[in-house]
């Protein structure tokens, strides 16, 4: 009887041991992986690392009695530095988890590398739905939008109001392409057609001869499947060559509230987006998107909203699961309901992907912004299912088909 | 015709034209180093960058608008210019013309990267000017004022350089000076200070090209780099140092490239180069030069 | 550029030197990854090999190519979409993409090698801009996305190169092979004629040397050595994309081997790992990486112009010429 008493105390005195040394290194190390320079600086980069900060600090700096610390790189949009730095943060610098990673061909990359080694990816930043479908990874959590999501609202909502043909202006890289595919699917779903579309390279300063490809394909609606800064160039161009004047209009399927604010109400005015997050929602989003204003100068964009709201669920199940191997971390992640300032009642499905509602908002036209960054008004509300690609049709291997 | 519609064809001739202008006003400034200093500049497109940014400061930091700098811009950078000749390019001229590319290549990378430090890869807008908003319905395609003004302009300054150059008593002294800089030094020219100055006027004609595309293209540490090697391109077809060539192989190549993307638009940018390699294989001198 | 003949005394000790000095790197390379990040070394290892084979043309033929990126860049392109689509073993990929790039050298080389000095860089240059975008456009490529996740695969079906050790050791034979084949051809007879043609390429006509021929071929091998060199990186680092085929990739190898010593044996190597090594420890400080590659440029161009292993060359020379003075 003492024997087994002993042996019981010894065993327990064994796991807590093993619990406490499960924290590798006696720090979590989560690293903002981010263009800090490029066309997507504004709606990820510095703002993005602001963001992991402000839910370290709030979180109260340690978890599970550990130190948590951050570190942030610029990835200059290239697959080949993204991936590199990658490594060497999950080998050399013990990083536990990537969080944002705008760009999908460097989120591709990443996740190819943390599905390897087993470490947390946090996707904010980028939007191919191929990260939770065909490239999805048992550590990967796609939180804050994707391009399935985009189709279904934006696309949606332009063929239900008559747009039923459509030209693309895609982005030539993986995000642009998955955009314009699953746009394409909602179109044709509705009865719509594609007429055509023209591949643009990453980060184009000239795109009046794509317009003029566009404007003589007589397309209804000329679908921009860009992101940042190309998407504020093709539509400034577009107004400087006279398109949207001509009777065709433009469907920005990506547009940050940055991008808006660059652009200006005069010529952003009536554009139609999806976004899952903006400041002047509740007084909840409000008194974050304050705090996040107060520290970054500007209004916080879904991605950086998103950043916060990952980097806090991750450390509350390391607190949980008292361990910051990522498989464990992420299938408690998975078990556990997201409430924060912009997510009610979410949850990680198996394949990675948040769900949660997303909003269809209209661009405010000069004379009805009544303040600074007064931007949108709220069209509709997609539901959370609706706005993301049904199991059924899913790719990923994690999904169990019944 | 080929199931085109004309329209298309028109409008990207027009737009293969505006950007041709571009060519042109940078190859022009790249002939005039390379023909009277041998240096293969490609510290040129740094410059042009510089020029857009110039521009830039002037409207952020003073308030100064788009009229005043397209004179202040070229002056300023143009002088800029003269500094990096008179503190570094003066010690290669008499060494193989290669380490004036990889000295002015290395030049270049210290700009861009200083500018992309300070101001990230993403552009900076800078306003069309008021009088050049607006454009004219051309029946095949709206031409923005503010292009329109760009082909014309452009032209304007390539003709007079080219003038000034080849028809002028002082573009003979540089062209003899350049032939031979012993000879003209005993006529009494102060053949360093011509070779100074030229140097800062082929700097300010990138400048100038500079301040022109900042409306188009906005204003990006990355500009110059995108254009650098297309301009060398026309350089070397045209005929390394000549100004007509330049001219000439600046537009056309704009046309050309317009011509490319109503027909197979996938080939547009790399057509510039395979005729840049058939002219080196059969007219190394290029098409308008002097075989050398 | 003026080589001095060295005295005959002088070439068995200098020989035997270069013999210890070649144990001493080998047995530092050996160990080197229990001290280092191995993943920077391999690509350290890589790029070593692409100036070296870019040194064999620009330093020992005089002919400084500006697209030695398409050899590099089409030749990761290659085996990584023989690696991962075709699903062909990692030696047979390699060997694929060494192919690839050969023959693509054969092409360029046939152009360009007519043309001297300047031309031939700007020959070089056209052509490699056509590569880089037929890279951008071409489907199999993937575009600005790249080949991602090719599988690193088993060599010769058995050696694991999934782990990082086992990939750097392979990494380093490949870069020993290619660097003796290299050094072979520098000190045969070929090697001579070729910097015959360097230092006058009349007089080595007139000798009855056909120099197109040695021109040629030299740039053929090159080619070859720099595909090997991009083949393998694609293998260490599972990915194949545009930056490799870009024409910055190939200002860089200029510099690399600028800053070593052109037409010296060692000169890329440490050029190579100079560069590699800024690249990687003062990533931190984003863009001024490339102002400080500019710096070094420049400077090199106007005070070092002989490279770090040319200066030292010259100072050794210099001293051992001092000391045989006195007994002449």
Request: glycine residues 10%; proline residues 3%.
């Amino acid at each position: 009887m003492t024997k087994r008493i002993l042996g019981l105390a010894a065993a327990s005195m064994l796991t807590i041991g093993t619990a406490q040394a499960q924290i590798s290194d006696d720090v979590v190390k989560i690293g903002v992986l981010s263009d800090m320079s490029g066309l997507y600086s504004d709606l990820a980069g510095q703002g993005s690392v602001i963001a992991a900060q402000m839910a370290v600090k709030d979180f109260g700096g340690t978890v599970a009695g550990k130190p948590i610390q951050i570190v942030s790189a610029d990835h200059l949009n290239k697959a080949d530095v993204g991936s590199a730095i990658a490594r060497q943060w999950i080998d050399q610098d013990k990083v536990d988890a990537i969080v944002d990673v705008p760009t999908s061909s460097v989120a591709l990359a990443v996740q190819d590398i943390t599905k390897e080694r087993g470490k947390v990816f946090l996707i904010s930043g980028a939007g191919s739905s191929d990260l939770t479908n065909k490239a999805c990874s048992p550590t990967g959590v796609h939180w804050t939008y994707d391009t399935y999501a985009l189709a279904q609202g934006t696309g949606g909502a332009l063929v239900a109001q008559g747009g039923n043909s459509w030209f693309f202006i895609t982005a030539d890289y993986a995000f642009g392409h998955s955009l314009e595919n699953d746009a394409t699917a909602v179109i044709k779903s509705f009865g719509g057609k594609v007429l055509g579309s023209a591949n643009v390279p990453l980060n184009t300063a000239d795109f009046s001869s794509y317009l003029l490809q566009a404007q003589t394909s007589k397309a209804k609606i000329i679908g921009l499947a860009n992101a940042g800064g190309d998407t504020i160039n093709s539509i400034k161009q577009a107004a400087e060559f006279g398109i949207t004047s001509g009777g065709q209009s433009l469907a920005g399927l990506l547009v940050f509230i940055s991008d808006v604010h660059s652009l200006g109400l005069k010529v952003a005015q009536g554009l139609v987006l999806t976004e899952s997050f903006y400041w002047d929602q509740t007084d909840e989003t409000r008194a974050w998107a304050k705090r996040f204003s107060a520290e970054a100068k500007k209004v916080p964009t879904m991605v950086q909203a998103g950043v916060y709201g990952a980097v806090t669920h991750y450390l509350k199940a390391i607190d949980a699961a008292k361990t910051d191997d990522g498989k464990t971390v992420v299938a408690r992640m998975k078990e556990t309901p997201i409430n924060d300032f912009m997510t009610k009642n979410g949850k990680i499905r198996e394949d990675g992907r948040v769900i949660r509602d997303m909003y269809l908002f209209q661009v405010k036209a000069p004379g009805e912004s009544k303040g600074e960054y007064d931007y949108y008004k709220q069209l509709a509300v997609i539901p959370g299912d609706v706005a993301a690609r049904p199991l059924s049709a899913s790719e990923c291997p994690l999904v169990k088909k019944g | 015709m080929f199931g085109i519609p004309i329209q298309a064809l028109f409008g990207q001739l027009l737009l293969g034209l505006i950007n041709g202008a571009f060519y042109a006003m940078l190859s022009l400034g790249l002939a005039v180093i390379f023909g009277l200093l041998g240096i293969a500049n490609f510290t040129h497109g740094a410059l042009y960058m510089m020029g857009a940014f110039c521009a830039w400061f002037l409207l952020n930091l003073f308030g100064i608008g788009y009229w005043p700098s397209l004179i202040l811009a070229p002056i300023i950078v143009g002088l800029f210019g003269i500094l990096l000749e008179r503190v570094f390019l003066r010690w290669i001229r008499n060494i193989d013309h290669l380490y004036g590319l990889m000295l002015t290549l290395g030049l270049a990378q210290i700009i861009e990267g200083v500018f992309r430090d300070q101001y990230g890869s993403s552009g900076k807008p800078y306003a069309i000017p008021a009088e050049l908003t607006g454009g004219y319905n051309l029946g095949f395609m709206f031409l923005p004022t503010y292009r329109a003004w760009v082909i014309v302009l452009s032209m304007i300054v390539c003709f007079g350089t080219w003038f000034l150059i080849e028809r002028t008593k002082l573009g003979a002294y540089l062209r003899a000076a350049t032939e031979n800089p012993v000879l003209v030094q005993a006529f009494g020219i102060n053949v360093p200070r011509l070779v100074t100055l030229t140097y800062g006027f082929g700097v300010a004609l990138a400048a100038l090209a500079g301040v022109m595309a900042a409306p188009i293209y906005q204003v990006s540490p990355l500009m110059g780099t995108n254009i650098l090697i297309v301009v060398i391109a026309v350089v070397v077809i045209g005929g390394m140092g000549s100004i007509l060539g330049s001219i000439i192989t600046g537009f056309s190549l704009g046309l050309i490239e317009g011509l490319t993307k109503v027909f197979w638009p996938e080939a547009s940018s790399t057509v510039i180069f395979v005729i840049m390699a058939i002219v080196l294989l059969v007219k190394p001198s290029g098409l308008f030069g002097r075989a050398s | 550029m003026v080589t001095t003949v060295a005295p005959v005394a002088t070439v068995g000790r200098r020989s035997r030197a270069g013999l210890v000095l070649t144990i001493v790197l080998v047995a530092l390379a050996l160990i080197a990854p229990l001290l280092v990040y191995p993943v920077f070394l391999m690509k350290a290892l890589c790029f070593a090999l692409f100036a070296c084979a870019f040194n064999l043309v620009a330093g020992y033929g005089g002919l400084l190519s500006f697209g030695h990126a398409a050899f590099f860049g089409s030749a990761g392109y290659v085996t990584a979409h023989a690696a991962k689509v075709w699903g062909f073993p990692t030696e047979l990929a390699i060997v694929v993409g060494v192919l690839a790039g050969t023959v693509l050298g054969v092409v360029f080389g046939w152009i360009a090698i007519r043309r001297q000095g300047i031309y031939f860089a700007m020959v070089t240059l056209a052509l490699s801009q056509m590569i880089y975008f037929y890279a951008l456009q071409v489907p199999f490529t993937h575009g600005e996305d790249g080949i991602q996740a090719v599988p690193r695969g088993h060599l010769f079906g058995f050696i694991d190169l999934n782990q990082t050790m086992t990939m750097y050791y392979v990494v380093l034979a490949i870069f020993l092979i290619g660097f003796a084949i290299i050094f072979r051809t520098i000190h045969s007879p070929f090697g001579q004629v070729l910097k015959a043609i360097r230092e006058n390429e009349p007089r080595a006509i007139s000798l009855g040397y056909r120099t197109e021929r040695y021109k040629l071929v030299a740039f053929i091998l090159s080619a070859a050595l720099s595909s090997l060199a991009g083949s393998t990186k694609s293998i260490v680092f599972q990915l194949a994309s545009l930056t490799d085929v870009h024409w910055s990739t190939s200002g860089e190898v200029v510099l690399m081997s600028l800053i070593g010593g052109l037409g010296t044996v060692l000169g890329p190597v440490v050029g190579a790992v100079v560069l590699t090594t800024m690249e990687n420890y003062l990533a931190q400080f984003g863009s001024w990486v490339t102002v400080i590659q500019g710096v070094i440029f420049v400077l090199c161009v106007l005070t070092l112009r002989s490279g770090i292993v040319g200066a030292i060359e010259d100072v050794l020379r210099r001293r051992s010429r001092r000391k045989a003075a006195p007994g002449v």
